[in-house]
């Protein structure tokens, strides 16, 4: 799947990710790369970098990579099991890289590492893991 093709079948409806400005920015076998800025949007009270923004940024990237290991994407859907991220640094401004790599890719579940840093200075600021539920869709 390309970089194009991913953006327009994230694109077929409202989500979170479009609310926080999360944009899809590369692919490749290895992995899947997205941005968020950080901003109002994704601010805590303090004007860092809220965690849950970072959650949701590992999740978004977590889900989507996993899609794309589907063998039949019509017969099946990922959806999270479980996620955890240690938050390492904090920032203020700027934007966010987030790096989705696969540490198990099985029938029934996948496991995703998602490391995010700072686009300005490179500094690791989440560490993600996120379990990923392989289930059957229903028609």
């Known amino acids: 799947m390309t970089l194009d093709q991913l953006k327009q079948w994230a694109s077929t409806r409202p989500t979170l990710a479009d609310a926080l ?5 590369a692919i490749t076998a290895d992995y ?7 901003d109002s949007r994704t601010h805590q009270p303090m ?7 970072s959650v949701a940024l590992a ?19 990922c959806v999270g099991l479980e996620i955890n991220a240690n938050h390492i640094k904090g920032v ?8 989705a790599t696969a540490l198990h890719v099985g029938r029934r579940t996948q496991v995703w590492e998602i490391r995010i840093t700072h686009e ?4 690791l600021v989440c560490i993600s893991r996120i ?7 229903e028609k």
Do not use: F, Y
Not at 131 to 137: R, S
């Open 59 to 77: 999740e978004t990237l977590g889900s989507i990579a996993a899609h794309t290991r589907l063998p039949d994407p019509t017969k099946q859907a």
């Open 32 to 38: 899947l790369e997205g941005r968020m800025p950080v």
């Open 120 to 123: 300005q200075t490179g500094a």
């Open 131 to 137: 379990t990923m539920a392989v289930i059957d869709v």
């Open 92 to 99: 203020r401004d700027g934007h966010v890289i987030g790096r």
């Open 21 to 25: 400005g999360i944009e899809l920015t």
């Open 47 to 53: 004007g860092l970098l809220h965690g849950g923004a």
